[in-house]
């Protein structure tokens, strides 16, 4: 059986991707930011591939410890990269969980060549260590891929969108009235991800790739989804529109289609 290192198990995506019966996992159970504590892992370890989700999130938390961000999802890349370098220069496969945050809003579906200007904080994060990977991985002849995910529909954390949303709604007044949900965004559930970071592996993929659907969703469409689960109704006010919908031309050259998300279903 394949062996799988996996950081960032206990996470929403890590929990996910555990579910998968294809590998045999070993799991990172230290500090990302302690360069010791990553050295140790993959020094004491043997791998064939490696995911690498563990990051600081949501946004809210990286802009309030921004510190603390880019020790864990910037110098936590660099420890784990060097790392392998030193100890692990066989690695068939490394993966790397990173985040539609790298662009800018655009109004054009957004691809792999649209230009990176980070939308957060936690977006220079990300940028910071795909730079870092490709740099030394690239002259290392390391087989990388760098998947830049889109918006995850059914995180369970409060701090992101849709649980949030979905607990204003449940515990709001009967007639509640919501601003700022005039953005589009691409969803995708950590299910679909799991399956798609399989996909890639399966393909031997290398390089930079965004992981979405390609569909854009109004958030409002979302919360009334949600108002109508929860007896509720729901009116809206006006914003300024923006857009955040990936191009996955990539993705579907590749033979990948998606299926289509029931954002229904993760009313929880």
């Known amino acids: 059986m394949i062996k799988c290192g996996i950081t960032g198990s206990r996470g929403n995506l890590g929990t996910s991707f555990l579910k998968t019966k294809k590998f045999n996992f070993i799991k990172f159970s230290g500090d990302i930011s302690k360069k010791s504590d990553v050295e140790k892992w993959i020094k004491l370890n043997e791998f064939d591939i490696i995911i690498h989700f563990a990051a600081l999130v949501p946004t809210y938390k990286v802009n309030k410890y921004y510190d603390r961000a880019l020790k864990v999802n910037f110098y936590g890349t660099k420890y784990l990269v060097d790392s392998i370098i030193k100890y692990k220069k066989n690695l068939d496969w490394f993966f790397f969980a990173s985040t539609s945050h790298v662009y800018p809003f655009q109004r054009k579906k ?19 260590s795909e730079n870092y990977i490709k740099s030394k991985f690239i002259n290392n002849k390391i087989s990388y891929c760098i998947g830049r995910i889109f918006s995850i529909f059914n995180n369970k954390d409060k701090g992101f969108f849709t649980p949030s949303l979905l607990n204003k709604i449940k515990k709001g007044p009967y007639d509640l009235n919501l601003e700022n949900l005039n953005h589009y965004r691409d969803f995708l559930s950590t299910e679909q991800i799991s399956k798609l970071i399989i996909f890639l592996w399966k393909k031997k993929f290398s390089g930079i790739i965004n992981i979405a659907s390609g569909k854009k969703t109004n958030l409002r469409q979302i919360a009334k989804i949600f108002a109508k689960k ?10 300024k529109p923006s857009c955040h919908v990936a191009n996955i031309s990539k993705l579907t050259k590749l033979g990948h289609k998606n299926k289509k998300l029931n954002f229904g279903r993760f009313f929880y």
């Open 110 to 128: 957004i691809s792999e060549m649209s230009k990176t200007k980070p939308i957060s904080k936690y977006g220079k994060t990300k940028l910071l």
């Open 230 to 239: 929860a007896a509720k109704k729901v009116s809206f006010k006006i914003n």
